[in-house]
């Protein structure tokens, strides 16, 4: 079921006809054969040309072509209603194998991709004497082209060989790729069928196909392809052009569903003059046709590229405007930081503030107890006696303090008496008398002030030490 189910699908794809029913009735009618189907579909579709109503497989084609008769009277190129006289018009299935032929191309580019790395590889193990076995394989051909494309080659150059080079400049590529080529180019492709056994055919190529003025014409006006009918696809063309009389040339365009409409089919030897009529008739009753659509295809690219500079200018704007919104956000960034920054140094100023005061007024206590422990420890000052000593100290700011006390104190507790006074903060000080010059430094401090020499007065000064 699988199966049958992949062929009815290929069978849609490859003749356009959507009527699952149909398509399931014609299939089974070949028991299955995909290929006989679609050929009897090709058949059946050019007969019904010729008989519209012939059968039922013949009214589903007769839908179709009369879909694609519609879809070439909206472009101009058949006239609604009776068909335009002097103008021959059809619409051919191309077989399937002439469509799969294009791709031939396709591969042809896989070939050189896979060439080139294989000629680098081979280069490289050759470095390394790897493979000297492969020196004889030089002359293989650098690229697979497909085997449409090959038999254009060997028609043109048969072609030269037998008639010259003024003629129709044909294309050396297979019939898909010349039509898509006038497409591409908005001309109508000229289509001549060679039958190298014909009688006719060495004098028509001589006098009409090479005479300067026919072939100066189609060249000017036509892409050009020419198939051998010896060969595959020319033998493929002309079947599907029914082509009864030669030499027998034709002008096509694409048409849909890989078909192409039939302008004019020309039978039997013609004189240069003959030719050119007919073609410039075509020429002239489809130019109006070839015309809009270059204008179509011109409004398209103008269109597609003033989208495209729209969309440049929208995408710059866009970036310019993100840019700025970047800028703006790397600017509020940095101001934040910059304040944050600020407001982290101010806390810790304020908090190093906050600290060194609580540690001064911590210092400043301690000092006070200190300075009241040591006045306590002086203890009452004394009377007047013959065992008490009149002190008098000179404090560098000028001032005069005195005191009296018992003579067998010691002079640490003169120093005692200065630091209860204020002295403590002063990271050094001696106790010096004058007359004469004394130093009571911290080495007497244990002395008695009698034994200093300070009884029974004693006139003493503050004196810093740098």
Not at 37 to 45: C, D, K
Not at 128 to 138: C, E, K, P, Y
Not at 200 to 227: K, Q
Not at 356 to 361: L, R, S, T, V
């Amino acid at each position: 079921m699988a199966d049958m189910a992949d062929k009815l699908a290929d069978f849609q794809a490859i003749t356009g006809i959507n009527d699952v029913e149909l398509c399931t009735e014609i299939l089974s009618a070949h028991d299955w054969n995909l290929e006989q189907a679609i050929s009897s579909f090709h058949t059946t579709s050019d007969d019904v040309f010729d008989h519209p109503s012939s059968s039922t497989a013949a009214a589903g084609s007769s839908g179709r072509f009369d879909e694609d008769t519609r879809q070439l009277q909206g472009l101009g190129l058949v006239a609604r209603g009776p068909a335009p006289p002097g103008l021959a018009w059809k619409l051919i299935t191309l077989p399937i194998s002439i469509i799969s032929g294009s791709l031939g191309l396709i591969s042809g580019a896989i070939g050189l991709g896979m060439w080139v790395a294989g000629g680098v590889l081979s280069y490289s193990l050759s470095m390394v004497g790897l493979n000297s076995g492969r020196a004889g394989d030089s002359s293989s051909p650098l690229v697979s082209v497909s085997a449409a494309a090959s038999e254009a080659m060997d028609f043109v150059a048969n072609f030269e060989r037998d008639y010259g080079l003024t003629r129709p400049n044909f294309v050396s590529e297979g019939f898909m790729d010349a039509l898509q080529r006038s497409r591409h180019a908005f001309k109508l492709l000229f289509v001549y069928l060679h039958s190298p056994d014909h009688p006719d055919t060495p004098l028509f190529c001589e006098r009409t196909l090479c005479s300067d003025l026919l072939s100066a014409f189609i060249n000017e006006n036509f892409v050009s392809w020419g198939g051998n009918i010896r060969a595959s696809e020319g033998f493929k063309m002309s079947n599907s052009l029914k082509a009864s009389r030669y030499p027998f040339c034709a002008v096509v365009m694409a048409a849909t569903n890989q078909r192409i409409a039939l302008l004019q089919q020309v039978e039997g030897p013609k004189t240069p003059e003959e030719l050119l009529t007919i073609l410039q008739k075509v020429l002239e009753e489809t130019s109006p046709v070839l015309v809009s659509a270059r204008v179509e295809a011109e409004e398209r690219r103008i269109n597609t590229r003033l989208r495209q500079e729209q969309d440049a200018a929208y995408q710059a704007a866009l970036e310019a405007d993100q840019a700025r919104e970047r800028e703006r956000r790397e600017e509020q960034e940095r101001q934040e930081r910059e304040a944050a920054e600020a407001e982290r140094k101010r806390k810790e100023e304020e908090e190093a503030r906050e600290r060194a005061a609580h540690e001064a007024a911590e210092k400043e206590a301690a000092l006070a107890r200190l300075r009241q422990e040591k006045a306590l420890s002086l203890g009452p000052e004394p009377e007047k006696g013959p065992d008490v000593t009149q002190v008098q100290v000179r404090f560098p700011s000028g001032e005069r303090k005195g005191r009296r006390f018992e003579s067998t104190l010691t002079l640490q507790t003169l120093y005692d008496y200065v630091d209860s006074l204020g002295c403590l903060e002063i990271n050094g000080y001696n106790l010096v008398s004058n007359f004469p010059r004394v130093v009571y430094g911290q080495d007497k401090v244990k002395m008695t002030l009698k034994e200093a020499g300070l009884h029974p007065q004693a006139s003493l000064f503050v004196e810093l030490i740098s």
